[in-house]
């Protein structure tokens, strides 16, 4: 398929720029793909929507507030997308902007001082050229061997996507996404970027849910930049996606078998979570438990062998993620629900409102 058939227009407007506040007050596209049935609701009608034996699969990664901002020692200002570990013991992989003259050895101040950087090694790229990614070690100067995990909670900025704009000096607001762009059931630290889907879900809702009948379990899949990478290519199919980091624990792969011996259906919250789950399929619509790294791309042919329904939020165009969503309902009735949404008020992207699809 072509890259082109994955393009909407969206007003600039519908970009949110903050969630709703409560989270479950987001309002939500509900669509039966069977009947072809559209409702309208709040993420707070869930309890209502879905059912008794229903299964509601979360992501539980947690998004390191990784990217830092500084200086070169020639003075330039310079940011680092801090990725996660290195295979080198001590080293952290990162994202340079601007990238240009650096050099191995060369150190970098960030935060006002509070990290220091010392650039190690060039990463080659999938065509064994130079990348866009470093390796670096990290340390807090004069402070003895802090955990960098540690560094990056007490002084890193959450990576915000680049639609949602924010004033850097402002700390009230740069506090408030640390709670914002995080999930209430987010655990495992190592994702540079939010499973959206889950930041509509409270403590109250996930009690209703449970009280409902509805059951939930855990998966983890740590969101990299392969999620969110443009499609540089055509055809749809010649695009190859980063791997990501994955586990699923013997305790979900039980909770799905369970759903199954009920009738229950498997609600995948978010396209990582549906990600996870397709990734561990076991050809009978069960799931085996499992850990490693996942570059599977879901595109229209595919055939879900686990997810019943998906709860997800909309996505740029021309993204990995909507083609997804197309795989999951059809190319066409995802851009006319996409359209309808666009038509009736709706907020997209990271911060913005949702859609339930179910099968």
Known sequence: MKLSEFE???????????????????????HRVGEDATEHRTIRDLPEILRRGDLLVVNDTRVRPARLLGRRSSGGAVELL????????????????????????????????????????????????????????????????????????????MPLPPYIRREDDLDAR???????????????????????????MTAELLERLEQRGVARTEVTLHVGLGTFQPVSVERIEDHAMHAEEYAV??????????????????VAVGTTSARALETCADGARGIRAGSGSTRLFITPGYEFGVVDALL????????????????????????????????????????????????
Not at 122 to 136: Q, V
Not at 321 to 329: C, K, N, T
Request: hydrophobic residues 40%; contains cysteine; positive net charge.
């Open 8 to 30: 909407y227009e969206l007003p600039e407007e519908r970009i949110a720029q903050h969630p709703a506040e409560p989270r479950d007050a987001a309002r939500l596209l509900v």
């Open 82 to 157: 801090v990725l996660g570990p290195a295979r080198d013991p001590g080293r952290w992989k990162a994202l340079v902007r601007p990238a240009k003259r650096l050099a191995p050895g060369e150190s970098i101040e960030l935060e006002g001082g509070s990290i220091l950087a010392r650039a190690c090694e060039r990463l080659a790229g999938h065509d064994g050229r130079p990348g866009a990614e470093w390796t670096f070690e990290l340390s807090e100067p004069g402070k003895g061997d802090r955990p960098v995990e540690e560094l990056l909670e007490r002084f890193g900025r």
């Open 174 to 200: 740069r506090a408030a996404d640390r709670t914002w762009y995080q999930t209430v059931f987010a655990r495992v630290p190592g994702a540079v970027a939010a499973p959206t889907a889950g930041l509509h």
């Open 249 to 266: 624990s013997e305790a979900a792969a039980a909770a799905v078998a369970n759903a199954r011996r009920s009738g229950g259906r498997v």
């Open 312 to 359: 997800t939020n909309f996505h740029l165009p021309r993204s990995t993620l909507l083609v997804l969503v197309s795989a999951f309902a059809g190319r066409e009735r995802a851009l006319r629900l996409y359209g309808e949404a666009i038509a009736r008020g709706y907020r997209f992207y990271s911060y913005g409102d949702a859609m339930l699809l179910l099968r």
